[in-house]
Nanobody, 131 residues
């Protein structure tokens, strides 16, 4: 079974930075889709960023961002350690929420943002941005 564990959340002031980590295990390391989602109180879950790695096709993953974080957040991975990161820069109060990492075998531009598409989820971690 795929297991995902988030870490690195906490409180940060507007304009600051925070880095989230998601440790992944039990997945196919040659082909996988990983993504970050978030959910604020009273709001629907939304996709933040994702990556699709297919090692036989290309060394670097395809990267996806939602419009709300593009240019501020950076998704990356350490393939040797099976850890995905979300570097959050210039954060805004609207970035407050519980952040989840999710995994499935493959994805593309059309579906990466669909939460129902993912098979495995982490327990989530809170990020609070104060103004």
């Amino acid at each position: 079974a795929v297991n995902l564990i988030e870490s690195g959340g906490g409180s940060v002031q507007t304009g600051g930075s925070l880095r989230l980590s998601c440790e992944v295990s039990g997945h196919n390391i040659n082909m996988y889709c990983l993504a970050w989602f978030r959910q604020a109180p009273g709001k629907e879950r939304e996709a933040v960023a994702g990556l699709y790695q297919w090692r036989q096709l290309r060394a670097d993953p395809e990267i996806y961002y939602s419009n709300s974080v593009k240019g501020r957040f950076i998704i990356s991975q350490d393939k040797a350690k099976n850890i995905m990161y979300l570097q959050m820069n210039n954060v805004e109060p609207e970035d407050t929420g519980r952040y989840y990492c999710a995994q499935r075998g493959s994805c593309n531009t059309a579906v990466w943002h669909l939460g129902a598409y993912y098979n495995a989820w982490g327990q989530g971690i809170q990020v609070t941005v104060s103004s």
